[in-house]
């Protein structure tokens, strides 16, 4: 007697065998059978007491029954029929023998038990007296349990199903028993010889006799597998629903897939793609032919490390036409490989590394479903059991059929996103600059990187070398992702390197592109509405020979900077208006930055995040700032590691740092111009003196012609006071002539016999290339000469 079982306990022969074939429990009913005390027989091995050796036991069957001729301790034989069950190593391991010891005889018609006139029901009855040990069962019972109804009364019902559940099942019987209240219990109990786990649904009622008295409990068994598996189905859909395609990342999407279906639908699950084409990135339509080269996205185990896998995520390997997962991709459909089919032992002759891994792991079913969304194939999934007993069955297909076609189409999804954003970012990274150009003012380094799971988008920087030796830098971001976003940007770029051309202020340029955004806002726009095109600029122009910058920004975030010695710290910046709004006034603002002064211009990618806001952004990014003088490159990278997350930002960065360079005073030198033509070789003189001076005597026959023309033709249509300026590095030397006239000057093309129009011309030919730039004062036109011999 147990506290679990308040009843006779000797009523079974009951021993327990372990793993290694020795007794571990013995209890009194067995030693009323046989005639050995528990300490005799704990320890020692089963088979000292079997008469006719070992029986027929199936290794890995969960029950055996059948008789044995047992050794009796007077030494006499004794036939015993014992059933016998294999419990998981989770609850002992082993094997449990049981044989009731009462009962056995046909049921008195008289007994109060019988007269609950429920043998004849369809529906599966057993009977168990006040000791809860079975009294009785009707046929469909009988067929459930699989066993004869003779050689099992007198057995309790835990040592019928031998299983945990089963245990659950007697506790509840006894509260039945002890409270005359009837009970449902739902249990989940492999039945049969196969070990098939079913669904049931057990309505426990008390039985009384003529006086009132409880003296048993009736169980009605109702099957409702079918019900249950279902809904379990319908459960697994609508989890697929929910945990299938929840990223555009292909590899996720393939191992979301094998996650949802382990262990609800198989063992072990592996996704395996096919590589899209090299020069369009799709999939052809229609169907494929084997043997068929497939990629390995993903796949999934009921045993942690996935040992059973042959092929690891990532590796390819080919399927030939007799594998399950080629024979379903030439078919077009789903294929099912067991024992049954018929195919399996053909599966296995075609690789004989699976088969090594069939016979270790005790693979019993393969199925094999095509992953197929509008029209295009786009791998295959396999699903493999083999701790589960059953088979796949028609419905397993249906709902694997079911839960893959809601993948392929979030893969498929995946693979269209892949294409664009590989689309968008080959693009993007067209438009942007691959090599800064390497200028006298300053000194830069970029980085782009691309939102981490929204797309490309539109950021972008440059710089663009200007005349007289200045340079412009620029940061800009266009609202949205995708190929239209870096479509804009590359307008956006362009036609800020042609109005950086024409040498317009910061707060010039912004005005005309935001026009330019307006523009194209309409044109993007359809059935009269505008489109939603939208971005923001920061704009800024540094002079290295006054070291001065001139900054204006369109809705961009201000830069920071870092002068030498000093903590970073941002630019005051007027707060202009984003691109596109039209109509409203930009304006700049100026710096005095000493030489290797540290600007750094960025995108809100960069410092805005889910996590913060841009104001702790900008702390940390002056944090990261601080203290480097080193190379510009390793700084980018110190910002990027300090400030993004490590799987990348939401949105798109763009970071620039540029050092600032000043020019010495010595290699800057300008003349007044008098307003008179005879004055000409004197001022030519003076700077064919200078270049000498400088060392640049190589340069001064080129110099002395593009002198005189330039200022000839300020005196003959320029408005005093006008001005001469020299400026060179050590590969380029640039003259400049100022006036207060606004007069833009052009070439024109002479005619044989006119006397002039030919100075520009002449500029033109002999210089690396020429321009005017309009000043708050008036012009100056420039020319720049090449130190190098290029150009």
Not at 607 to 628: C, F, I, P, Q, Y
Not at 718 to 724: A, E, I, S
Request: proline letters at 8%; one cysteine or more; a negative charge.
């Amino acid at each position: 007697m147990s506290p679990v079982y308040p009843f006779d306990d000797a009523a079974t022969a009951r021993a327990v065998v372990d793993e290694r074939g020795r007794f571990v429990e013995w209890n009194e009913g067995a030693r009323r059978l046989l005639g050995w005390a528990a300490e005799e027989v704990v320890g020692t091995p089963a088979t000292n007491l079997l008469a006719d050796g070992l029986p027929a036991v199936l290794p890995g069957r969960a029950r055996w029954d059948g008789v044995l001729a047992l050794r009796h301790r007077d030494g006499r034989e004794v036939p015993v029929w014992v059933l016998a069950h294999h419990r998981p190593p989770e609850h002992g391991g082993g094997w449990l023998l049981v044989t009731p010891l009462e009962g056995g005889g046909p049921p008195d018609p008289d007994d109060p038990l019988i007269r609950a006139e429920l043998m004849q029901s369809p529906c599966a009855i057993a009977l168990y007296d006040e000791r809860l040990r079975l009294h009785a069962i009707n046929s469909a019972m009988a067929e459930v349990i699989g066993l004869p109804p003779e050689r099992l009364r007198g057995l309790r019902h835990s040592e019928i199903g031998g299983r945990p559940q089963s245990e659950d099942v007697e506790r509840h019987l006894h509260h039945v028993l002890t409270t005359g209240r009837g009970h449902d219990v739902r249990t989940y109990l492999p039945v049969g010889r196969e070990g098939r786990v079913n669904a049931w649904l057990a309505r426990m009622s008390p039985i009384t006799d003529t006086a009132g008295r409880v003296c048993g409990v009736c169980v009605a068994a109702h099957d409702f597998t079918e019900q249950y598996l279902a809904q379990e189905r319908l459960q697994l859909v609508n989890e697929a629903s929910v945990r299938i395609g929840t990223t555009l990342d292909v590899t996720r999407t393939a191992q979301e897939l094998a996650d949802v279906c382990v262990p609800a639908l198989a063992d072990f699950v592996s996704i395996d793609l096919l590589d899209p084409p090299e020069h369009d990135g799709e999939i052809p339509s229609g169907p494929l032919g084997v043997p068929a080269r497939l990629r390995r996205a993903a796949h999934r185990s009921v045993t942690p490390g996935s040992p059973e896998a042959v092929t690891l995520p990532g590796q390819t390997e080919v399927y030939p036409a007799v594998s399950p997962q080629g024979a379903s991709l030439l078919a077009g459909h789903s294929v099912v490989v067991s024992p049954e089919t018929g195919d399996l032992e053909k599966w296995l002759a075609w690789d004989p590394v699976r088969r090594r891994r069939v016979e270790e792991y005790g693979i019993h079913s393969t199925m094999s479903v095509p992953i197929q969304a509008r029209g295009v194939t786009l791998g295959v999934a396999a699903f493999t059991r083999f701790q589960q007993p059953a088979p796949f069955l028609p419905d397993d297909v249906l709902l694997a059929e079911e839960v893959t076609a809601r993948a392929a189409v979030c893969i498929d999804n995946a693979l269209r996103y892949s294409r664009e954003r590989e689309t968008a970012l080959a693009l993007q990274r067209s438009l942007l600059p691959r090599i800064l150009p390497r200028t006298a003012a300053v000194d830069a380094a970029s980085r782009y990187l691309p939102a981490a799971r929204a797309g490309v988008g539109g950021d972008w920087f440059d710089v663009i070398p200007l005349s007289g030796m200045r340079v412009a830098m620029v940061v800009g971001d266009v609202i949205g992702h995708g190929v239209q976003a870096s479509a804009s940007m590359g307008r956006l770029r362009t036609a800020v390197r042609t109005l950086a051309d024409i040498d317009l202020a910061p707060d010039e340029l912004l005005t005309h592109l935001d026009d330019l955004v307006a523009r194209m806002s309409a044109e993007a726009g359809d059935e009269g509405r505008p489109g939603e095109v939208g971005a923001t600029c920061l704009y800024a122009v540094y002079d290295p020979v006054s070291r001065r910058c001139s900054l204006a920004r369109a809705g961009h975030p201000s830069p920071l900077m870092v002068l030498p010695g000093g903590a970073p710290r941002p630019m005051e910046l007027p707060e202009g208006p984003p691109l596109g709004l039209g109509g409203l006034p930009f304006e700049s603002a100026e710096y005095e930055l000493p030489e290797n002064t540290l600007l750094a211009f960025f995108t809100d990618g960069l410092v805005e995040s889910r996590e913060r806001d841009a104001d702790a952004g900008r702390r940390l990014l002056g944090a990261a700032l601080a203290g480097r003088p080193g190379a510009l490159d390793e700084t980018c990278d110190h910002v990027l590691h300090a400030l993004l997350p490590p799987g990348g930002a939401a949105d798109d960065v763009a970071l620039l740092l540029a050092r600032t360079r000043g020019l010495p005073r010595t290699q800057a030198a300008s003349w007044d111009i008098p307003a008179d033509p005879s004055l000409v070789g004197p001022i030519r003189k003076q700077a064919l003196e200078q270049l000498g001076a400088w060392g640049l005597n190589e340069a001064a026959f080129t110099t002395e012609l593009v002198v005189s023309e330039l200022v000839t033709n300020a005196i003959r249509y320029g408005t005093p006071p006008m001005r001469l300026r020299l400026i060179h590095d050590d590969t380029h030397l640039i003259c400049e002539v100022s006036d207060t006239s606004h007069t833009a000057p052009h070439l024109r093309r002479a005619k044989t016999w006119d006397e002039g129009g030919r100075g520009l011309l002449l500029v033109a030919q002999l210089t690396r290339r020429w321009g005017s730039r309009h000043t708050a004062e008036g012009k100056t036109i420039w020319a720049e000469l090449s130190l190098t011999g290029e150009g």
